[in-house]
């Protein structure tokens, strides 16, 4: 088993392991809403252009307008010429991100949030009882001393008894082979 200490800072590590869990849990899983007096975004912003949204120009134009066109004779921009490290190369491109995962029902949700509080709580309550036993919380220096000194001469009176068992072992086992040894004869 751990000493005092340990065990604490192994429930503080645990703890802020649950809060982290708990955070991501509720940011992952929190049903959509709205802010208050702040109009809808998606609503103001204009709609994204698909790829297969079709285009006004021709298609010459759009071949030869788009940078990184391949057949495109001006484009400069190749596996032996890569684009110079500062410049916009497929600036247009948005990190893919995985679809975030669908809300929980209310009820699962907030049962959860139960849980999960009262875990924390569960925890909190066991990181209080270890300081709660720390030794020197409501012990003075001195008498934390005193304490030490009575437990050093308690080992020693516990070592002395055991050195003499151990002699008195060690006798016996000498008188027991000198009775076998007298049998064999």
């Known amino acids: 088993m751990a000493d005092r200490l340990t065990q604490l800072q192994d429930c503080l590590d645990q703890l802020a392991t649950q809060f982290y ?3 991501r849990y509720i940011s992952n899983h929190h049903p959509p809403s709205a802010l208050p007096n702040h109009p809808n975004l998606s609503a103001a912003s204009p709609p994204a252009p698909s790829a297969s949204a079709p285009t006004n120009q ?4 759009n071949a030869s307008n788009n940078p990184t066109n391949p057949l495109d004779p001006s484009n400069t ?3 032996a010429n890569p684009p110079p490290p500062d410049s916009n190369f497929n600036a247009n491109v948005t990190p893919v991100h995985p679809p975030p995962p669908p809300p929980v029902p209310p009820v699962s949700f907030s049962a959860a949030q139960k849980e999960l509080a009262r875990d924390l709580l569960t925890k ?9 036993v720390l030794p020197g919380v409501e012990n003075s220096e001195k008498e934390q001393e005193g304490r030490i000194r009575a437990l050093e001469q308690e080992l020693r009176e516990v070592e002395a008894e055991r050195v003499q068992a151990v002699q008195e072992m060690e006798a016996w086992q000498g008188r027991l082979e000198s009775v076998i040894g007298n049998m064999r004869r």
């Open 21 to 23: 869990a708990s955070i």
């Open 58 to 61: 021709p298609a010459s134009n």
């Open 77 to 79: 921009t190749t596996a």
């Open 124 to 132: 909190t309550r066991q990181i209080t009882y270890l300081i709660s």
